[in-house]
């Protein structure tokens, strides 16, 4: 019996000190690695011009309202839809409109006013020239926010180019870290990135501002603003594994 627990203990004892090898063995086998990360600053041309137009209306009543300015925006679709451009409503809503009479300390109801906005985008300044001449002087018809982009179709491809120049700094500053210990960068074991675009533009004039003015044919419109291209940079969080 003595000898049965004896030889039962030496199994126990030799199976722990396998497990304690093995489990040596397999903590030397992680890889050692390092975290850097890499960037990458580019542009993107713009070429794309936007503007928005707004139909403004006060009336006694929300009816009279509503229907004195979707009948204007009508009008104005119906041009764009025969012109070179894309367009989308991002404005529409109907509220009373007060005012304050110092005379009387009181607000005072002017009305209901119903605003409908759509913006206009093109791929020349020139398009967008026309269309605002086309409706210059109308009465309750305003613009905002001039403007040129660079269109997704334009800066994904650029953008991704640029991605791969960011592993490849980001694997580079891994090489020179490693190399202080005779090491080198091997397989990218994850990375992580992120991106921020930049539309600046630098207005000289206004082509527009508040109610819909058109240069005359005097005073051209032309190279109105100046845009510099559109700033990308992407940054890289990525792991390596050094051998």
């Not at 030496?10 to 722990?16: C, E, F, H, L, Y």
Request: proline content about 3%; glycine content about 6%; charged content about 20%.
């Amino acid at each position: 019996m003595k000898k049965t627990l004896v030889w039962f203990g030496s199994v126990i004892g030799a199976g722990a000190v396998l497990a304690l090898l093995f489990g040596a063995i397999e903590k030397r086998s992680e890889p050692r690695i390092i975290s850097v990360t890499g960037e990458c600053l580019t542009t993107a041309p713009k070429d794309k011009t936007a503007i928005t137009l707004r139909v403004s209306v006060l009336a006694p009543t929300a009816v009279e309202s509503v229907k004195s300015a979707t009948e204007q925006i009508a009008q104005i679709t119906d041009f764009l839809k025969s012109q070179p451009v894309e367009m989308q409503t991002t404005q529409f809503n109907s509220y009373e409109k007060t005012e304050w009479n110092r005379d009387e300390q009181k607000s005072v109801v002017l009305g209901i006013e119903t605003t409908i906005a759509v913006e206009v985008s093109a791929n020349s300044i020139e398009q967008i020239e026309k269309i605002l001449g086309q409706f210059a002087g109308m009465k309750n018809v305003f613009s905002d926010n001039l403007r040129m982009y660079s269109s997704p179709e334009v800066v994904q491809p650029i953008m991704e180019k640029c991605l791969g120049v960011a592993v490849e700094n980001a694997r580079v500053r891994a090489n020179a870290l490693a190399a202080g210990d005779n090491k080198q960068a091997g397989k990218m074991i994850s990375v992580a990135y992120g991106t921020n675009t930049s539309d600046a533009v630098m207005p000289i004039s206004n082509l527009m501002r508040g109610k819909v003015m058109m240069a005359t044919a005097n005073d051209s419109a032309a190279g109105t603003i100046v845009a510099k291209d559109t700033e990308i940079t992407v940054s890289v969080h990525a792991v390596f594994e050094i051998k």
